[in-house]
T-cell receptor, first 113, second 115 residues
Framework: ETGVTQTPRHLVMGMTNKKSLKCEQHLGHNAMYWYKQSAKKPLELMFVYSLEERVENNSVPSRFSPECPNSSHLFLHLHTLQPEDSALYLC????????????FGQGTRLTVV | AQTVTQSQPEMSVQEAETVTLSCTYDTSESDYYLFWYKQPPSRQMILVIRQEAYKQQNATENRFSVNFQKAAKSFSLKISDSQLGDAAMYFCAYRSTGANSKLTFGKGITLSVRP
């Protein structure tokens, strides 16, 4: 298996639930990213990890909590979300933070009810 | 701050014909990268083509080519001999060359291909 894999593909959760999104990359990359994709809006960068250290947090609410236990795995822990958080969440990786190209997973379609 | 603008929300092309997708960007930097990504219904963002700003020659990848106009800050994608599998959302993206740089995306354009 190669590339960037995200699970689950779809997730429906209530506002009081706690869930986690998982991302795994098999490319040997050192940088990983979480993006939020909402309809009719550009992709929004949420978090950047480099060598398992969070290096960027773009003013994301604390109800989103990322975790990077190693360079191959990235999680996004979700709790007490709002309906406006419903979106496609994309994970990406790159060789390192200076590499121009990023490789994306297929995303998790999240619906908050 | 860098911005990427894709002003056309939708376009349609006849199979086997050629279509051009427009993109403009704003930056004060002289060296950077530009990309076109494709997002089919499977939702995975796939890199279509990349252009380095220091290169004057337009990038090409098989049926895909770009028209890079640095002075005008324009970066259009031309798809030749369009195929049904080309139907997707296409995103233009910018990235500077700095260590802390990040990808900045446009809103995307939905391309449909008529058989």
């Amino acid at each position: 298996e190669t590339g960037v894999t995200q699970t689950p593909r779809h997730l429906v959760m209530g506002m009081t639930n706690k869930k986690s999104l998982k991302c795994e990359q098999h490319l040997g990359h050192n940088a990983m990213y979480w993006y939020k994709q909402s309809a009719k809006k550009p992709l929004e960068l949420m978090f950047v990890y480099s060598l398992e250290e969070r290096v960027e947090n773009n003013s994301v609410p604390s109800r989103f909590s990322p975790e990077c236990p190693n360079s191959s795995h990235l999680f996004l822990h979700l709790h007490t979300l709002q309906p406006e958080d419903s979106a496609l969440y994309l994970c990406a990786s790159s060789q390192d933070r200076t590499a121009p190209e990023a490789f994306f997973g297929q995303g998790t379609r999240l619906t908050v009810v | 701050a860098q911005t990427v603008t894709q002003s056309q929300p939708e376009m349609s092309v006849q199979e086997a014909e050629t279509v051009t997708l427009s993109c403009t960007y704003d930056t004060s930097e002289s060296d950077y990268y530009l990309f076109w990504y494709k997002q089919p219904p499977s939702r995975q963002m796939i890199l279509v083509i990349r252009q380095e700003a220091y290169k004057q020659q337009n990038a090409t990848e098989n049926r895909f080519s770009v028209n890079f106009q640095k002075a005008a800050k324009s970066f259009s994608l031309k798809i030749s001999d369009s195929q049904l599998g080309d139907a997707a959302m296409y995103f233009c993206a910018y990235r500077s060359t700095g260590a802390n740089s990040k990808l900045t995306f446009g809103k995307g354009i939905t391309l449909s291909v008529r058989p």
